[in-house]
């Protein structure tokens, strides 16, 4: 039996300055950057759950709901979802606040995935994920038809062998 670990401690909240050298020409952050803190973010979480080096093994779409402006503050959180055998999937929700106009939104929510390795970057297995809450449950949940998706998509796995996507596409076996 793999050891467990409640998903709460995987949790890793991190701010950023949106400043002139992350912006485009329109002053609006860089999305390139975004993804760059987004990596680094969901990258922690990893460790703090795994406690072992990371790799990154995939990113879910990335939409950019709202503009991010220069001087914008920028809030990522980001937590462990769900542990498989040596992969875990990575829920990132980026903030963006205006702090003088007192305005904060949600500006961005993806998944990533990461493969826990040892020093010689052999996959190694990570602890059981443990939900605790309603939100953390519904994200545990939903991570393995998440996952048969990306497996899917990735060509490394027959829809046909997706179980839990098997009612979303009405296969037949």
């Known amino acids: 039996m793999r050891k467990q670990k409640p998903v709460k401690d995987s949790y890793v909240r991190m701010t950023e300055l949106v400043l002139p050298n992350d912006t ?13 803190w987004m990596d680094i973010v969901s990258a922690i979480s990893a ?13 879910d779409n990335v939409s950019f709901k709202e503009g991010i402006k220069l001087g914008n503050v920028i809030t990522l959180e980001a937590q462990v979802t769900r542990s498989f055998s040596s992969s875990m999937e990575v829920n990132i929700v980026v903030w963006s606040e205006d702090i003088p106009s007192g305005t904060k939104v949600k500006s961005n929510e993806a998944f ?17 994920a443990v939900p ?26 027959k829809p046909n062998d997706a179980n839990e996507l098997k009612s979303i596409f009405e296969l037949e076996d």
């Open 24 to 36: 485009n020409t329109l002053n609006n952050l860089m999305g390139g950057r975004m993804m760059h």
């Open 112 to 128: 990533f995935t990461f493969v826990a390795v040892d020093q010689s970057g052999n996959p190694i297995d990570v602890p059981e």
């Open 47 to 59: 460790q703090k759950h795994s406690n072992r080096i990371v790799v990154t093994a995939s990113v």
């Open 132 to 157: 605790e809450t309603e939100e953390e449950v519904k994200l545990y949940e939903g991570a393995l038809r998440r996952r048969q998706l990306r497996l899917i998509l990735a060509g490394r796995m």
